[in-house]
């Protein structure tokens, strides 16, 4: 016997924000990238090619209008960001070059590369997904109102 699953979803224009929210989980998702800009998230996962890897915290991704800022517990990264509906497109980042043990070092490696091949990006009840050169990076929402 042959199963469909069949799932619905409004997609609602508010306030200039596309957001769509699907039936049954309860779930809304954004891609209005003004909806970015104020905001900063704690990294909680990051797989690489379909790889769990551990976390070493704290890693923090903030937003402006027009800038990123990565803070871990190695290096930090900032630089120039615009925003589409779809992707980030990030441009040189600056990075201080403290030599750390091999595996932050790595981590921030792996977030720089991420960050560098213009991922792609979804904000889902208060849980950023970005996902670029093989990497996805899921954080949750550090922005007190």
């Keep these: 016997m042959r199963r469909h699953t069949v799932a619905l979803a409004t997609i609602a224009l508010v306030g200039g924000a596309l957001t769509l929210t699907a039936c049954g989980g309860g779930s809304s998702a954004t891609s209005d990238p003004q909806s970015l800009a104020d905001t900063a998230y704690t990294v909680t996962s990051i797989t690489v090619d379909g790889a769990d890897r551990e976390v070493l915290p704290p890693v923090e991704i903030a937003f402006t209008t027009d800038s990123i ?6 290096n930090g990264m900032s630089g120039p960001v615009t925003y589409s509906e779809t992707t980030l497109t990030v441009g040189a980042l600056a990075q201080t070059k ?16 991420a960050l560098a091949a213009t991922p792609t990006w979804q904000v ?22």
């Design 69 to 74: 800022s990565v803070a871990t517990p190695c």
């Design 98 to 113: 403290m030599a750390c043990e091999p595996a932050l070092m790595e981590q921030d490696q792996l977030i720089a590369d």
């Design 124 to 145: 889902a009840d208060g849980a950023l997904t970005l996902a670029g050169a093989g990497t996805v990076i899921v954080a949750e929402s550090a922005t007190t109102g």
